[in-house]
């Protein structure tokens, strides 16, 4: 939940009523959105 929460700005409350895939899903997208364009996988598989 706190990648969750730093990425968008949504605070814990928010979060409480997702269903678990719901918020699986919200983490992946968090997940790609703070990845750094220099550790992306498609830079990685350039070296």
């Known amino acids: 939940m706190a990648d969750v ?3 968008f700005h949504w ?3 928010a979060m ?3 269903a678990l895939s719901d918020l699986m899903g919200w ?3 968090a ?3 703070s990845r750094s364009p ?3 996988p498609e830079t990685d ?3």
Request: aromatic letters at 0%.
């Open 27 to 29: 983490r992946d997208h």
């Open 31 to 33: 997940a790609r959105r």
């Open 16 to 18: 409480e009523a997702m």
């Open 5 to 7: 929460a730093v990425v």
């Open 11 to 13: 605070p814990p409350a």
């Open 38 to 40: 220099a550790r992306s």
């Open 45 to 47: 598989k350039r070296r």
